[in-house]
């Protein structure tokens, strides 16, 4: 079974920085593309940074040059680097990977969010 795990979520002020960790395990073949998608109360969840297995990105652009994305293939680990937070970057944010798994074979993954929370 795969699981992605978060960490690294939590309370800062506006221009201050945050480092969200992902990290995937399980019965893994390959993983394709993992990605970072945030939800704020009452709104849809969005795409914020995405990294393929070449390390090519892609950003939302209410977030290009502020948050980086990247991922550490022998780790199975995805990263995103927040700087300059600001209020409205406050959502729960969520980790997610299509892998390749011996049981299930190619699939889409969660974590199970973590919160980030810019004061102003």
């Known amino acids: 079974q795969v699981q992605l795990v978060e960490s690294g979520g939590g309370l800062v002020q506006a221009g201050g920085s945050l480092r969200l960790s992902c990290a995937a395990s399980?019965?893994?073949?390959?993983?394709?593309?993992m990605g970072w998608y945030r939800q704020a109360p009452g709104k849809q969840r969005d795409l914020v940074a995405r990294?393929?297995?070449?390390?090519?990105?892609d950003y939302a652009d209410s977030v290009k040059g502020r948050f980086t994305i990247s991922r550490d293939n022998a780790k199975n680990t995805v990263y995103l680097q927040m700087d300059s937070l600001k209020p409205e970057d406050t959502a729960v944010y969520y980790c997610?990977?299509?892998?390749?798994?011996?049981?299930?074979?190619?699939?889409?993954?969660w974590g199970q969010g973590t919160q980030v929370t810019v004061s102003s």
């Open positions: 990294i393929t297995s070449d390390g090519n990105t």
């Open positions: 399980g019965s893994i073949l390959r993983i394709y593309l």
């Open positions: 997610n990977a299509k892998i390749v798994s011996l049981v299930r074979g190619q699939g889409d993954y």
